[in-house]
């Protein structure tokens, strides 16, 4: 933990390397599976548990917030014959749904704010989920 400042940047760059890669193949792994709710909902819970909740540090919830749409995305634009279902799509992008709605920590929500904006367009269902969760009671105030 406390090595991780005395880290260089060429060192840093290879370590978000693999976490993008890891994040694509998963992500790959579930389209290969038909999004099986088992398998969406094991990754989500360990995605969740280990790097999304609150920690010491913003760096690798920063950057999983700026890579996993996009890789969730690339990785459903590359679906020729199957067509996601809004279901799997919004159960593949709970975690970071969740955090949209309670996070509290501001420069992890302005990420992810201007991550799904990116992706909203692209998507009417999330983009009505979102106006959901933005009015949900349980939504945090200051996050609606």
């Known amino acids: 933990k406390s090595q991780w400042g005395l ?24 389209s290969q599976r038909g999004y099986s709710l088992g398998i969406v909902r094991l990754f989500n819970d360990a995605l969740h548990e280990e790097a999304l909740k609150h920690g010491d540090s913003n760096g690798i919830r920063l950057h999983l917030c ?27 992008l709970e975690p970071f ?12 929500h302005a990420r992810l704010v201007d991550q799904f904006e990116k992706h909203a367009f692209a998507n009417k ?15 945090l105030d200051k996050r609606r």
Not at 7 to 17: A, I, N, P, S, V
Not at 66 to 72: I, P, R, S, T
């Open 7 to 30: 880290l260089d940047y060429h060192r840093m760059d290879k370590f978000y390397t693999l976490i993008r890669f890891m994040i694509r193949s998963a992500y790959d792994y579930m």
């Open 97 to 108: 749904l969740a955090l949209l709605q309670n996070e509290k920590n501001d420069a992890v």
């Open 66 to 92: 700026d890579v996993a749409l996009d890789e969730f995305q690339n990785v459903v634009s590359k679906e020729k014959d199957t067509k996601i279902v809004t279901e799997a799509y919004l159960s593949v």
């Open 125 to 139: 269902e999330l983009a009505a989920f979102i106006f959901e969760i933005a009015s949900d009671e349980f939504t």
